[in-house]
């Protein structure tokens, strides 16, 4: 029988699990350093006094890591951003850095000095729809804001192909039954005879059309608007970065560094 390979990230986290907070290539991107899987290749980083060319290398945020002679903090921060998506650009979790993707787009509107940390997308848009997009260091809230245990809300608008009648409006408010199960009740409005405001709790592949789609409202445009209680306030393929205060109050999440993401502004 052939033995089931591990793949080295799995592996890193379980050899981490309980002894300390990350691994290397991953905690040098949460700090900023860019390329980081390249200069640990390449020599150029030191672990408690040795060098280290292995990037699944389990740290804590008190190691001692230097990069090219120069110590680099690892203390885990929470930094969360908004990017205002245009359509065309596909939301790929796996090529951070290829061309046409989210993450070429955000690092460009987020700024150098920001641009260099390890980011996450948060969810998905489809390439052609526009709106809201979040970005965050750290894991712990792509969780928050994307399980549905959460009931965290995003907001959609929609121009579709046919009369939102009030019956069509109010089967989306009940719940729709789909391939993959009954979706939960929405927050329904109409903008105009073929604008839909829809308001989500869940985040399923392709919700939005679906729904739409199954009660005769075929999505020509799809726009977010809002996550949480935090409606978009930047231009079209613009970023900008939110306080701790506002993670908390517009998502519901508590940041940790708190003290270094104000040292930071």
């Keep these: 029988m052939a033995t089931k390979r591990i793949p080295k990230w799995l592996s890193a986290a379980r050899a981490a699990s309980g002894k300390s907070d990350d691994w290397l290539e991953r905690a040098l991107g949460r700090a900023g350093v860019p390329q980081a899987k390249h200069l640990i290749f390449a020599g150029a980083v030191r672990l408690?006094?040795?060098?280290?060319?292995?990037?699944?290398?389990?740290?804590?945020?008190?190691?001692?890591?230097?990069?090219?002679?120069?110590?680099?903090?690892?203390?885990?921060?929470?930094?969360?951003?908004?990017?205002?998506?245009p359509a065309g650009l596909v939301t790929d979790a796996v090529d951070q850095h290829g061309e046409g993707t989210v993450f070429e787009a955000f690092g460009r509107a987020i700024g150098p000095e920001l641009a260099g940390f390890f980011w996450h997308a948060v969810g998905r848009l489809d390439r052609d729809t526009t709106g809201l997009l979040l970005f965050t260091t750290d894991e712990r809230f792509v969780a928050h804001a994307t399980l549905p245990a959460t009931h965290l809300p995003k907001r959609y608008v929609a121009s579709v192909g046919a009369d939102a009648t009030d019956e069509r409006l109010a089967a989306l408010e009940r719940g729709i039954e789909l391939d993959d199960g009954p979706t939960r009740p929405a927050s329904v409005q109409r903008r105009a005879p073929r604008v839909v405001e829809l308001t989500l709790t869940e985040g399923r592949y392709h919700q939005v059309k679906r729904m739409l789609g199954a009660v005769g409202l075929p999505t020509l445009q799809l726009h977010r608007e809002a996550i949480g209680s935090y409606t978009l306030d930047v231009a079209l393929g613009q970023a900008r970065r939110f306080e701790a205060e506002e993670i908390r109050r517009h998502f519901g999440f508590e940041p940790r560094g708190v003290e270094l993401l104000k040292a930071e502004r």
């Design 48 to 85: 408690d006094g040795v060098t280290c060319q292995e990037p699944f290398t389990p740290v804590s945020a008190t190691s001692e890591v230097l990069v090219k002679g120069k110590r680099v903090d690892l203390t885990p921060v929470t930094r969360v951003a908004a990017f205002h998506k």
